[in-house]
Every structure is written in C-alpha cells, then in structure tokens.
Nanobody
Framework: QLALVESGGGLVQPGGSLRLSCQAS??????????FGWYRQAPGEERILERQ????????????NYIEAVRGRFTVSRDNATRTVYLQMDSLEPGDTAVYYC????????????????????WGQGTQVTVSS
C-alpha cells in the first residue's frame, strides 16, 4: 500500500509563493513506476472525482502538464532519490485557495501524465492553501 503525505500548505498573501511536498512511502524502484498528479478542492468537499486536476508529472519525469489557470505559475517536479513530488506555486491568487492533494497511479507507459482524478489509486490527506491579504 502506498501512503502519500502532503506538506507545505499555509496562509500566503496574493502574489506570494508556496512549495507543496508530497512524500511517498515507496521503495525507490516502485516510485519510478508511478505517475503523480496534484489536485485541489474547496474545503468541505470530499468527492474524489470532483477534485480539479491542476498539474501532473509522468513516471519518468519527462512530461508535465497543467491546466490553463495555473500554467506559467505552478511547476510540478519530482525527486526520485527522496521519493518526493513537489508543486511550486508562484504568483498566487485568491482563486487558488483550496485544499491541495497529491495522488499517484502506477504507469507502465512511463511518459504518460494523468490529469483526471479518475484512475488515480492513491491519495494523500490534503493540505490547506489560503491566499488572502
């Protein structure tokens, strides 16, 4: 069973930055066979399929994708040595306020990046990001 733990959320002013981390409890080899995605959802809502995919990274780290609303402001990356996936968020806006989740799925096609929450097998507990002055 894969466990994911997010951290790095908090309160930030508009225009500020945060970096979210997603630590995976996987052996090194298995980590490399998993693609990861970042999702967000309004506080109080819990339906997984209603989470908004905002960015993803392929198992081999060569491909990333983003929704238009965050493209150019957010960056997804992964560090295989520490089994951690990151979401760097810059130029934050009040509309980015949400609970942020990371998720993973095994991926035979190592260059595939998955944005939809459907099919993601493992989820973290979420971390709150609030953008407010």
């Amino acid at each position: 069973q894969l466990a994911l733990v997010e951290s790095g959320g908090g309160l930030v002013q508009p225009g500020g930055s945060l970096r979210l981390s997603c630590q995976a409890s996987l052996d090194y080899d298995y980590f490399n066979y998993h693609a990861f995605g970042w999702y967000r959802q309004a506080p109080g809502e819990e339906r997984i399929l209603e989470r908004q995919g905002i960015g993803c990274i392929s198992a081999d780290g060569t491909n990333t994708n983003y929704i238009e609303a965050v493209r150019g402001r957010f960056t997804v990356s992964r560090d295989n040595a520490t089994r951690t996936v990151y979401l760097q968020m810059d130029s934050l806006e009040p509309g980015d306020t949400a609970v942020y989740y990371c998720a993973a799925r095994s991926s035979i096609l190592s260059t595939m990046c998955f944005m939809s929450p459907k099919g993601m097998n493992f989820w973290g507990q979420g971390t709150q990001v609030t953008v407010s002055s």
